[in-house]
Nanobody, 116 residues
Framework: QVQLAESGGGLVQAGGSLRLSCAASGSTFSMYSMGWFRQAPGKEREFVAR????????SHADSVKGRFTISRDNTKNTVYLQMNSLKPEDTAVYYC?????????WGQGTQVTVSS
């Protein structure tokens, strides 16, 4: 069973940067794609970015394109989300996820708060 643990959230001023990390347990990390989602208070959870198992293919939501970058290090079983030029509307709990054998696995989330 894969477990995911996010870290790196915090409070930052608008225009600042943060890098989120998601550490995964298990020896088959490089075999599956990973994603980042976020959920702001009172809103639905929304897609942020996704990366293939090899790291060779990525996709980003339009709202974060050019500001956020997803990457992974399969030697460390970790996926990252580099967030630059942060805006107050980026404030949310950020979750990483993956899908294994038809089941979606989520981490516990990490809070990102961007002050104006």
């Amino acid at each position: 069973q894969v477990q995911l643990a996010e870290s790196g959230g915090g409070l930052v001023q608008a225009g600042g940067s943060l890098r989120l990390s998601c550490a995964a347990s298990g020896s088959t990390f490089s075999m599956y794609s990973m994603g980042w989602f976020r959920q702001a208070p009172g809103k639905e959870r929304e897609f942020v970015a996704r990366i293939s198992g090899s790291g060779g293919s990525t996709s980003h939501a339009d709202s974060v394109k050019g500001r956020f970058t997803i990457s992974r290090d399969n030697t460390k079983n970790t996926v990252y989300l580099q967030m630059n030029s942060l805006k107050p509307e980026d404030t949310a709990v950020y979750y990483c996820n993956t899908v294994l054998l038809g089941s979606t696995i989520w981490g516990q989330g990490t809070q990102v708060t961007v002050s104006s």
